[in-house]
């Protein structure tokens, strides 16, 4: 039997054991303190570790506990968007295991929500316990992003942030495979605001953004809110012919009007590897585009669900179930 909430908290979860007791601790004071019902949806993501296990334990003794358990690892932006469908909530909260967002901003952000905002995102003024490559490097992704796309999508903002039940409705007709869900969440529009923090270093454990990850991350950002990338072989290709125009023409010339021997290949070689590397280039972002739209052609699922556990510890689905690609 459904039951309505005022407020749901979507908590994506892989290999989280060290810090998932501290993390429900404290996201059961911020959240009793409201006064109002809520529910935590623990979304666990193909953890190998105890995570799963430990919710479960949860679950036996507080109703306000739901384990969507994944049958394999679908990765963070799909965890939060099973989040987004499980939840039944007034107002929905995404917030990390980790503790590196502090669980005591949602009541800042429901005051935000109950003056009349649709969406509440925190905004980092200082990220403690980062390489100071993460942080130029993030810092340099949001700016290239929002210089290359027409969506106004705040620099230096996660997925830490609370969204209106009409915002989460209409994310959840957004189909895309390769999901940026801070860029949909703009996207979508509403009165949005932001709350700034400082982020704290996470509590134990290991980030479970590596490099790696941050890149695609950062890709499926770019093309899912731009194709600018596309027009630049088209700028960096008219600047090339133009400048091998000029530099043949000053061939010509010389060869013509004056007797000195060309000694060409130096220059020759090297404007030949600067146009194979441009082309190479160009190639791979081609294909990443058309990558994408493979990948939306397959229709598949974008999750599967082992089962989803309600907080009297009962098992709510015992079979497979998966998301399909529209909600009605």
Known sequence: MAHAYRYSIIIPMYNE????????????????????SYELLFVNDGSVDRS???????ARWDESVKLIDFARNFGHQIA???GMDYAVGDAVVIIDADL????????????????????????????????????WSASLFYRVLRAST?????VDTGDFRLIDR????????????NRFVRGLVSWVGFRQTAIEYERDERLAGETKYPLKRMLKLSLD???SFSYKPLKLAGYVGAILSVGGFIYMLTVIVSAIFTDSTIKGWPSIVSIMLMFNGFILIMLGIL?????????????????????????????AQSRLTARVAHHD
Do not use: H, N
């Not at 598949?300 to 082992?306: A, E, G, N, S």
């Open 287 to 315: 294909g990443e585009y058309v990558g994408r739209i493979y990948d939306e052609t397959k229709a598949r699922p974008l999750y599967i669900v082992r089962d989803v556990v309600q907080a009297e510890g009962q098992q």
């Open 166 to 177: 009409k915002v989460c409705d209409e994310m959840k007709r957004l189909p895309e495979k």
């Open 221 to 223: 950002g770019i093309t």
């Open 150 to 154: 027409d969506t106004d999508i705040p």
């Open 100 to 135: 590196q967002d502090p669980p005591e901003l949602i009541l800042d952000m429901i005051a935000k929500w109950k003056e009349g905002y649709e969406v509440v995102y925190a905004r980092r003024t200082r990220r403690s316990g980062e390489t100071r490559f993460k942080k």
């Open 80 to 82: 939060i968007t099973a």
């Open 52 to 58: 799963a296990q430990m919710i479960r334990d949860y």
């Open 17 to 36: 054991e060290a810090v998932i007791e501290e993390t429900y601790r404290r996201l059961k004071k911020v959240m009793g303190s409201t006064g109002e």
